[in-house]
């Protein structure tokens, strides 16, 4: 989680905001990808993921959920449409891109699922979508579209495993991520931030046809250095994209930071408690 994220001023509301996507990514990989580790532990526990496991990770990002899981054993595909991500995740774990703790067999996919298929390769035991839901107007649809192209990838009764944020009442963050609301307002962008609903996953795992079986909360504290290292960190999350379009980035950087002050610890550091849920559901 490292270089500064770089945006330009935007000449009007309503304009893409311009990103440094190459910072973005490592941002995210140096600072935030982490704080979803527990998560994944969680989840691999539970399911005894190992050397029996074919894993398929969509939206794997930056790789560390796959890197987990292959120092398990399993066999494990990632695919996701950010190049500037997939770089750094062959990095982690091709051999051929420098990596040193993947395994053999990974194969790293920059694109859709559908991409993944290769004449003869074993169908998926275990698909997983740690990219938390429910935080973002309309990002259940994207991750339904993720699930009707990746399910006939899958065997039968395969585990499929969605992530999303907990209640907004034990999520301290969710106070951080209303500035992603009060700053896109002028624009009511479907993309900007919403709490999460009790139902998120349940309806995403109906929409795709998928049998529900079981599901659990772990709690994923954000911490972070300082405060600079949070505002870069929760930024490459993309949840203020919406709120960047509509101000800019010094906008954006000063009502993070003002909105962060009540988490800052004495020694400079910051400390938000959070819960996320996941739901394990089951292919036809």
């Known amino acids: 989680m490292t270089p500064t994220l770089v945006r330009q001023h935007l000449p009007h509301a309503g304009a893409a905001p311009r990103v440094d996507l190459r910072a973005r990514a490592r941002d995210w990989s140096e600072i935030q990808e982490r704080m979803l580790v527990p998560l994944y532990e969680a989840v691999y526990e539970r399911l005894d993921v190992g050397p029996a496991t074919r894993l398929l990770g969509l939206g794997c990002g930056s790789g560390l959920a796959l890197l987990m899981a292959a120092a398990r054993g399993a066999a494990v595909t990632g695919v996701d449409a950010s190049p500037e991500r997939m770089a750094l995740a062959r990095e982690r774990l091709l051999p051929e891109a420098g990596g040193t703790r993947g395994r053999a067999g990974t194969r790293l996919v920059e694109g859709s699922p559908r991409d993944t298929r290769e004449p003869g390769t074993p169908a998926y035991s275990l698909l997983t ?19 009707t192209e990746a399910t006939p990838l899958a065997e039968r009764g395969a585990a499929v495993v969605l992530a999303g944020w907990g209640p907004p009442e034990r999520c301290a963050t969710t106070s951080v991520l209303r500035v992603a609301t009060k700053l896109a307002e002028p624009l009511r962008a479907s993309g900007s931030w919403r709490p999460a609903l009790r139902d998120d996953l349940e ?5 795709a046809g998928l049998k529900p079986d079981g599901s659990g909360r772990v709690a994923c504290p954000f911490g972070y250095a300082d405060v600079d290292s949070a505002v870069r960190g929760l930024k490459s999350t993309g949840l203020f994209d919406a709120a ?3 101000t800019d980035q010094v906008q954006v950087d000063k009502e993070l930071t003002e909105a962060l002050h009540p988490h800052q610890r004495r020694d400079g550091t910051v400390w938000m408690p959070n819960v996320f849920r996941y739901l394990i559901a089951r292919t036809p």
Do not use: H, K, N, Y
């Open 244 to 246: 960047m379009t509509a």
């Open 203 to 207: 309806e995403v795992a109906q929409r």
């Open 129 to 147: 979508a740690f990219e938390p839901i429910g935080c973002l107007a309309g990002d259940s649809e994207g991750l339904g579209g993720l699930l």
